[in-house]
Structures are given as structure tokens and as C-alpha cells.
T-cell receptor
Framework: DAGITQSPRHKVTETGTPVTLRCHQT?????MYWYRQDPGHGLRLIHY???????DKGEVSDGYSVSRSKTEDFLLTLESATSSQTSVYFC?????????????FGPGTRLTVT | QQQVKQSPQSLIVQKGGISIINCAYE??????FPWYQQFPGKGPALLIA?????SEKKEGRFTISFNKSAKQFSLHIMDSQPGDSATYFC???????????FGAGTRLTVKP
């Protein structure tokens, strides 16, 4: 999985609690992304980062926030988890220049909100 | 509204046969079209990609065919093998942003 780790790999949490997922890369790639994967929807971009402290919203950003204080770490926070946020979350990375479009994915985090 | 539509949802092919998965897109600003392969419990893995300045790209048994005027592209897997059984996603992105749009996925089963 291209030097990408995600933690935790599985989490069950209750509605209304905050949750933070972590993505860690060892590739020193500039771009990092958070996606959610749901049946019938493929993967949908939540937020992405184009450098330390530089982030932007994706297609489904409501209810999520991100932070990137170091090149290697990208955190996704669900401020107050809801059942609709039950999903599999994938982190991805890509390099700069001509390789920017080649995204490499981590192993995923399965999140269940009860 | 899904900007990339993928079909079929599922596909069963005999070993040695040809698997064909189709995608259609709406936004003509898209200029990069990758295909990803995903095995159960794993993250998607980049398989092959094409840009709209070529009509076909081949890597081993995998070929992308691209029809710019029809806004369609397809993945062909020649001599399909049981090890190719996975879910395949098409996607599209554009040069001026990082928002890659994915199709809903096709679950391919190759029977021995």
C-alpha cells in the first residue's frame, strides 16, 4: 500500500462522539486525500491537502474537518459522528508535477457509528 | 449527481474470456482517466490510466479504449483469469483541481 498506513483499521463509536482517523505516509508526497467508500457510490472525496497546513474541501465535506501539521500526517475528524458517516475511509497520496494524478491508496479504516 | 457513470454493476466471465467495463462522463474538462482495481479488504490500486489525446492504451492484458466525442471510455481485460476477480473503478479528474470523481464500481468474477 505504497508506504501509507491508516489508524485505527476498525472503529465502532456512538452517535454524537468525535472521532479522529489518522493517515501516515513515508513517501514524502505533497498531496494527501481522504475518501469515503459506500456501496453504489464508489469513492467520494471528503478533503484533500496540497501541503502542510494547506487543505481544501471535496465533494462530501460536511461534518468533517482535516488537519495537516506535518508532511507525513493527515488527520480526518468527524466532529460529531452520525450514522450516515458509517463507511470505509481511505487515505490516498500523490506526488507533485506530472505524477500528481496518480493516487495511491492506504488500506482503509472501517468506521461504524451506532 | 454522479459525474462518472459505470456499467455493469457486476460481471461474470469465464477464464480466458474478455472482460469489458464501460464508463461515461459528462464534464468535458476531465483530462485524466484512471482505472483502479480493488480486492476485498484492500485499498484501490492504480491499474492503468489514459489521457484524451490518445484513443487506446495497453499494458499487458489490460487495455483502455477512449472515445472523446462520445465521452466514454472502457477497460478491456484480455484472457481473464480467476486472479482478476475484484472490483474495478473508473475515475476522471481535471488539471486545475484535485477532485477525482469515481464511478460506482464493477464487481468482476472470473470463473475457472
Amino acid at each position: 500500500d505504497a508506504g501509507i498506513t491508516q489508524s485505527p483499521r476498525h472503529k465502532v463509536t456512538e452517535t454524537g462522539t468525535p472521532v479522529t482517523l489518522r493517515c501516515h505516509q513515508t513517501e514524502n508526497h505533497r498531496y494527501m486525500y481522504w475518501y469515503r467508500q459506500d456501496p453504489g457510490h464508489g469513492l467520494r472525496l471528503i478533503h484533500y491537502s496540497y501541503g502542510v497546513k494547506d487543505t481544501d474541501k471535496g465533494e462530501v465535506s460536511d461534518g468533517y474537518s482535516v488537519s495537516r501539521s506535518k508532511t507525513e500526517d493527515f488527520l480526518l475528524t468527524l466532529e460529531s459522528a452520525t450514522s450516515s458517516q458509517t463507511s470505509v475511509y481511505f487515505c490516498a497520496i500523490s506526488n507533485s508535477g506530472g505524477k500528481r494524478y496518480e493516487q495511491y491508496f492506504g488500506p482503509g479504516t472501517r468506521l461504524t457509528v451506532t | 449527481q454522479q459525474q462518472v457513470k459505470q456499467s455493469p454493476q457486476s460481471l461474470i466471465v469465464q477464464k480466458g474470456g474478455i472482460s469489458i467495463i464501460n464508463c461515461a462522463y459528462e464534464n468535458t474538462a476531465f483530462d485524466y482517466f484512471p482505472w483502479y482495481q480493488q480486492f476485498p479488504g484492500k485499498g484501490p490500486a492504480l491499474l492503468i490510466a489514459i489521457r484524451p489525446d490518445v484513443s487506446e492504451k495497453k499494458e499487458g492484458r489490460f487495455t483502455i479504449s477512449f472515445n472523446k466525442s462520445a465521452k466514454q471510455f472502457s477497460l478491456h481485460i484480455m484472457d481473464s483469469q480467476p486472479g482478476d476477480s475484484a472490483t474495478y473503478f473508473c475515475a476522471a479528474s481535471m488539471s486545475n483541481n484535485n477532485d477525482m470523481r469515481f464511478g460506482a464500481g464493477t464487481r468482476l468474477t472470473v470463473k475457472p
